[in-house]
């Protein structure tokens, strides 16, 4: 049997706002570092986030949840991914927004059991041939046919492979090079290809390397033992919602392991409990055989408040459920009606669901505060500002939101290289600060302007 790759069924969702976290920034004593894993600030609620992290290890978080309640770009999403950063490598982090499960298509309680199943992962060990090594050469080969989308037309590609044994020069399809470019492996990195399917994976920069100053290598690994062409065990992640959605598709049942590449159209199918508790039997079964592991993931829900007493229903079967991942709520309401009811109830929860959370407040950043996490943001935009520019920015963050003064870093560099300059100047701010409102001037513009808008 040809064992596959199944195709992810995640959500395409902008991940670029919180690339920077990594964790929430502990000492192992547990206390929280000043300017640690992209955090900064927030110690009393990151050090309460490692306390649930280390709660959801040891298997105590049964049936509760989290709930970070505080105003508006106080780092609750931050918070919710540092988390799921804590508990274990390649964790699944499902985001959504409460007011999702108002769908036309689809029953409120069915879209919230997909995103539950979401983030349950599922770890999958296989023996597969791959060749591995550290790359040490790398050459497409052209040819005067029709270019490809990077414009070039790649008739082969030449790879040269290094291990402590040997090494082995590959001649590969031009399809792998696409691969190649999508992991962005270069001259010096450590990479396994798949010998039937053909994917590549980038492991790391070579060891040989770990003197140099490689800002893209997220870890240097050794040079890899024995042949180039070896049997290795590869570990596949998918999760339960995946293997609902594979089962749901005609062609009957089918073992998990020959689900691993099943290369279709998503589209959007109820799928049946019924279903769900057989892809649940499956799966247990291969937890006992010792081939699967299960990994329970984080499921963050922001806007809690805009969900409503059937909603809440349906979470407290679901918390209950063996297979719970970690839920997490966030909101910056305080005290509101439950939607749909009269009963006005603390950040728009049931009161008797508040006793299921453990609450963890967020706070406001001050003026410095501000400006470390802009300077964060422009260094991972990979622009150049001044400390002058930062400080006029943080007081527009102050003045309006975090939020806002993050959105100007983008066009203010664009002004800046109009203008012929690598560098973000204190003008640059200026000029596109005068060029976007905030919330708050917009809505102070339209209480001034009432009688010329349309109401």
Known sequence: MKIIKVKSTAKNKRIATHTHIKGLGLEANGHARPLADGFVGQKSAREAGGLVA????QKKMAGRAVLFAGPSGTGKTALALGISKELDYKVPFCPMVASEVYSSEVKKTEVLMENFRRAIGLRLKEKKEVYEGEVTELSPEETGSVPDRYGRSICHVIIKLKTVEETKQLKLDPSIYDALIKEKVAVGDVIYIEMNSGEVKRLGRSDAFATEFDLEAEEYVPLP???????????EYVTLHDLDVENARPGGERDILSLIGQMMKPRKTEITDKLRQKVNKVVNRYINEDVAELAPGVLFIDEVHMLDMECF???????????????????????????????????GVPVDWLDRLVIIKTKTYGLAEMIQILAIRAHVEGLKIDEES??????IGQRSSLRHAVQLLSPASI????????NICKADIVEVNSLYLDAKSSAKLLQEQQDRYIS
Request: proline letters at 5%; aromatic letters at 4%; a positive charge.
């Open 415 to 422: 002004i800046a290289k109009m203008s012929g300059r690598d």
């Open 54 to 57: 280390e709660m959801v290890r």
């Open 390 to 395: 930062l400080a006029y920015l943080g007081k």
């Open 313 to 347: 229903s349906d979470l407290n079967r679901a918390l209950e459920s063996p297979l719970s991942p970690i839920v997490i709520f966030a909101t910056n309401r305080g005290i509101c009606n439950v939607r749909g009811t009269d009963m006005a109830s603390p950040h």
């Open 225 to 235: 033992k024995g042949q180039v062409l070896k049997k290795k065990g590869i570990i």
